[in-house]
């Protein structure tokens, strides 16, 4: 089952509910579209709209500082979470496809532009010199690298700071190694972010094997049934107290 939401139905109007069905591991695909605005009701900021950004609700500037969609999901327990991007068709497709198979709850943020309320809102990967400067496609078990040939750079982590280095510069086995088993290293790559650091993409987190909610629901069900035989509602209405009115 997939769930499509937005940056404001997903982490404002109803995030309450994202925080409990995610914790709850049900096993949903959720996608959320993250245009860092509230683009159905004429644009106001949003939960991901930026430090000062100037909207019809926020005409001085937004006093808030932004959420991370993927730092809240990887937070309330999602066992999948990835983040792939509108202008990039093939790595949407791919990661969608594997975001459907994960059991559980799976949570992609897809960064998308809104091109009447926020254009350009990702303009930092969508123009060309800055797509090469900053997008940083992830890979399980291959090393954190990015940018052309002749000036990739890596990451390194130093305790749990990371830290861009030219990858000619560091021995190949001094790179960080990406583990999307890990849900520690997963929230330090999803609150990367440029023009400090690269954009991570892709899969940030996958945990197979985990108990989800309705797993659980239907081994008491079947618990319930061989201890006590099937229910009958009728017999449960009328136990207990019971009172005849009028
Ligand atoms: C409980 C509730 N409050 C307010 C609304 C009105 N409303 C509908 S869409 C929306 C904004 C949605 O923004 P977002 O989730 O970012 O989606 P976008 O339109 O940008 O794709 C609001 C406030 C609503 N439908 N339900
Ligand atoms: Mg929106």
Request: charged share 25%; hydrophobic share 35%.
């Amino acid at each position: 089952m997939f769930v499509v939401t937005g940056d404001g139905d997903g982490l404002s109007i109803g995030g309450n509910h994202l925080l409990h069905v995610l914790r709850r591991n049900v096993d949903v695909t959720i996608l959320l579209f993250n245009n860092r605005i509230y683009g159905l009701t004429k644009g106001q900021y949003s939960p991901t709209s930026e430090l000062g950004k100037v909207t019809k609700s926020t005409p001085m500037g937004s006093a808030d500082r932004p959420l991370s969609p993927c730092v809240f999901a990887l937070a309330a327990g999602a066992t999948y979470v990835a983040r792939t991007v509108d202008r990039s068709i093939g790595h949407m497709e791919e990661t969608l496809k594997r975001a459907s198979r994960h059991k559980g709850a799976a949570f992609v943020e897809i960064l998308q532009n809104c091109n009447v309320y926020n254009d350009l809102a990702w303009n930092v990967l969508y123009d060309k010199d800055s797509k090469t400067q900053f997008e940083l496609r992830l890979e399980h078990g291959k090393p954190i690298t990015w940018g052309p040939g002749d000036d990739r750079r890596g990451l390194v982590l130093e305790g749990l700071k990371p830290k861009v280095v030219k990858t000619k510069d560091v021995p190949e086995s001094a790179l960080w190694v990406h583990d999307e088993t890990d849900r520690a290293t997963a929230t330090l790559l999803a609150q990367l972010w440029a023009p400090e650091y690269p954009i991570p993409l892709g899969t940030l987190l996958s945990q197979e094997g985990e108990t989800t909610y309705e797993g659980i629901l239907v081994q008491q069900e079947q618990k319930a049934i061989s201890d006590r035989g099937p229910g009958d509602i009728a017999k449960l209405l009328m136990s207990g107290e019971t009172w005849k009115i009028g």
